[in-house]
């Protein structure tokens, strides 16, 4: 079992800064593939950033691109999400995801989820 825990969230205006965390436990982490999903309400969750177990290889949505950059340090079992120029279409609940195969965190088939945080873009 692995157990995520998300932290970092909240309300903040367009063109703010927000460091999502993504703490966790259980496995071994360096063995797992991270990702970063969001749900804004009414719509279906989407996918945002992923990064593979060493770090060396991230994958963006095209909306985030440029703007969000994903991270993780393997000796803190954290996963991080800096997100610059925020946008009220950013509003959405964020949630991390782990799972061994990069195949499986692209199509949001992840073995393990968190709880999510919610961030606010307001205009």
């Known amino acids: 079992q692995v157990q995520l825990v998300e932290s970092g969230g909240g309300l903040v205006q367009a063109g703010d800064s927000l460091r999502l965390s993504c703490a966790a436990s259980g496995r071994t982490f360096s063995n797992y593939v991270m990702g970063w999903f969001r749900q804004a309400p009414g719509k279906e969750r989407e996918i945002v950033a992923v990064i593979g177990w060493s770090g060396t290889y991230a994958y963006y949505a095209d909306s985030v691109k440029g703007r969000f950059t994903v991270s993780r340090d393997n000796a803190k079992n954290t996963v991080y999400l800096q997100m610059n120029s925020l946008k009220p279409e950013d509003t959405a609940d964020y949630y991390c995801?782990?799972?061994?195969?990069?195949?499986?965190?692209?199509?949001?088939?992840?073995?393990?989820w968190g709880l999510g945080t919610q961030v606010t873009v307001s205009s």
């Open positions: 995801a782990a799972d061994r195969l990069f195949t499986a965190v692209e199509k949001g088939e992840c073995d393990y």
